[in-house]
C-alpha cells in the first residue's frame, strides 16, 4: 500500500507518521505538502497533528480550504481512506468529511500526557487487528479535543457502529474521570457513515517506537496497514 502524509504549515507530527509507517511498518509513503493539487496514487491520506496554520481562527479551520482538501474530497468520494490525527481530525471536521466538532477542552488548558484508549468497534480498518478487551496507553497533546455533536448526531454515530475509540481509565471503563477534555461518550475518534474517513485526537505514531518506552499506537497503526489489502 501506498501512504500519504500531508504537511501543512504549522504540522509538527508528519515526520513522526512518517516513521512509524516507513521504518517501523515498512510501508511506501510519500510526502503531500499543502498546495498539492492531487494525492499520488496514495491509497491512504493521512493528516497528521499539529497548529496548521497557527490555528489562529478555529483549529483546523484555515487548513480546510488549502488546494490539497480538494484532492482528500475527491480521494474520500472514490471510496479511498483517510485519517486525521489530533489536528488532522480538527480539519475534517471542519471540511465536513466527518460529523462533530472539536471545542476547546473543558479545563480550556492544553493538555499533554498519556490516556488509556478502547476500542469501541472492530469493525473498521482503524481497530479491526485490535482486541475489544485491551486498554491501550496513547499520547494525546491538544487543546481543543472536546469532542461534540448534536444528539441526532450521536444517536446515529451509535447506531451505525461510527464512536472508534472511547477514553477509559486503566481497566477500560469510560468515566468521567478518565475523560481528559470533556467529549460526549467519551469519544476520542469516530468514522464517516462510508467507514473510509477516520478521526482520532490521541496520537498513535507518537508511541509506536519501543525505544520511547511505550509501542501501543503501534497496533492502531498496524491495524490499519493489516486490514486493507495491497
Known sequence: MKF?????????????LIHALGQLLGQQVVPLWHRDADVQGCDWVLLSGGFSYGDYLRSGAIARFSPIMQAVYRHAERGGYVLGICNGFQILTEAGL???ALLHNRSTTFVCDSVYLKPATLN??????LQASQVYKIVIAHGEGNYYAPADTLRQLQDQDQILFQYTDAQGQPTDAANPNGSLLNIAGVMNAGRNVFGMMPHPERCADPLLGNADGLAILQSLVQAVPA
Open 124 to 129: 473498521s480498518p482503524l481497530t479491526r487487528g
Open 4 to 16: 500519504g502524509v500531508v504537511t501543512f504549515p504549522g504540522t509538527n507530527s508528519d515526520q513522526d
Open 98 to 100: 466527518l460529523p462533530g
